[in-house]
């Protein structure tokens, strides 16, 4: 059974059609009911033999992560989890709105933080699971208007290492992926006609792939750029 958050569309989408494809079974969230019923349709519609189940979350809310959570656990054990849902909010900390740190937070990185405590008891006990966590070349190093969005993700890095380390002896992998500019809604506009950035198969692909080698081996980490460099 895979977990994935805010999988409404972009990556978080990308990643549940690739584990559809797989055979998966899929449960799904976002804030937005109509995004995320399209969504399942399109899934359907590719693989009409798909098991795939939506629940409606504003992961930056701690109650509605909680609510998530109790949900997933009902339908089973998950055994993937991929910690997707987030936002992009251009900035600078000298000077962007206030309150746009602790929101950025709660939905980029506490709702990764939150979720995998809640369901890591159930993979625990099945001894076995893959978390990822989807960071950004933005936690890894700093850049012109990344603002609260950096440290977010540099928050959500961080995390995963100590996850990684924690969970080594319990069987459950942890692998933080890092994108670089992919075409999503953060990048709404941008003509990409001479493939100048990612698309968003790009990292599903590499997701799954990540879960398909031994049980003795981890895909720590999935550093992921435009051939040309970032933007």
């Known amino acids: 059974m895979v977990v994935i958050t805010g999988a409404s569309k972009g990556i978080g989408k990308a990643v549940a059609v690739a584990f559809a494809a797989a055979g998966k079974k899929i449960l799904i969230c976002s ?8 969504t399942v349709t399109d899934i359907r519609n590719g693989y009409p033999n798909a098991e795939v189940m939506s629940f409606v979350a504003d992961m930056s809310q701690r109650q509605q992560v909680g609510d998530f959570g109790n949900w997933c656990l009902q339908q089973g054990t998950p055994t ?10 251009p900035g600078s900390l000298s000077n962007e709105e206030e309150g746009n740190m602790e929101y950025t937070m709660n939905l980029n990185f506490f709702s990764a933080y939150h979720l995998t405590r809640q369901l890591l008891p159930a993979m625990k006990s099945a001894g076995k699971g893959h978390i990822f966590n989807i960071c950004s070349i933005a936690s890894l190093h700093a850049y012109e208007g990344g603002g609260s969005y950096s440290v977010s993700k540099y928050a959500l890095n961080g995390f995963s290492k100590n996850l990684r380390h924690e969970l080594k002896s319990t069987g459950i992998k942890v692998t933080a992926v890092f994108p670089g500019a992919v075409l999503t809604d953060s990048w709404a506009g941008f003509d990409n006609s001479e493939k100048r950035i990612l698309e968003t198969t790009d990292i599903s692909s590499m997701i799954v792939a990540a879960t398909q080698v031994s049980a003795q081996a981890v895909v720590e980490e999935i550093v992921i750029r435009p051939q040309l460099g970032d933007l």
Not at 80 to 89: D, E, P, S
């Open 31 to 38: 804030r937005s009911e109509a995004n995320l019923l399209d």
């Open 80 to 89: 993937v989890l991929v910690n997707n849902a987030g936002i992009y909010i």
